[in-house]
């Protein structure tokens, strides 16, 4: 009798082993200031959109940051700063005057599942 319950301790102990590590393949947590895209083995896609914990269920979790901030900068400076940078823009005026475009431009990503989820597979 010792012996059965020695097997069905051990039984018990590997299914809670195996359950707390299929835990994280289970769930995450959103952070705040996040978007997800969750992508499934089987082909469906489902948005994240709140912070918290959410559904994984075996899917692929793609991050996006809520807010992307494009920047025109000068080439080394500030670079880490924004979600994307590119070159200054050079205008020439009707008078053959040049100047330089230095412009910041700040996007929200959408807060409905129907718009951001063609926006991430894209």
Request: net charge positive; charged share 15%; glycine share 6%.
């Amino acid at each position: 009798m010792p012996n059965k319950l020695s097997n069905l301790f051990m039984v018990g102990v590997l299914a809670a082993g195996v359950f707390i590590a299929s835990l994280k393949s289970i769930r995450f947590y959103a952070e705040p200031g996040m978007r997800y895209l969750v992508q499934y083995p089987w082909g469906v896609q489902k948005a994240a959109l709140q912070p918290g914990f959410h559904a994984r269920w075996l899917g692929e979790v793609i991050p996006f940051k809520k807010f992307l901030t494009i920047a025109f900068v000068e080439k080394n400076s500030h670079r880490n700063a924004f979600s994307g940078t590119a070159a200054v823009y050079e205008i020439r005026f009707n008078d053959s005057v040049t100047a330089n475009v230095k412009m910041t431009a700040r996007f929200e990503l959408p807060d409905n599942e129907s718009q951001f989820l063609p926006m991430a597979v894209a």
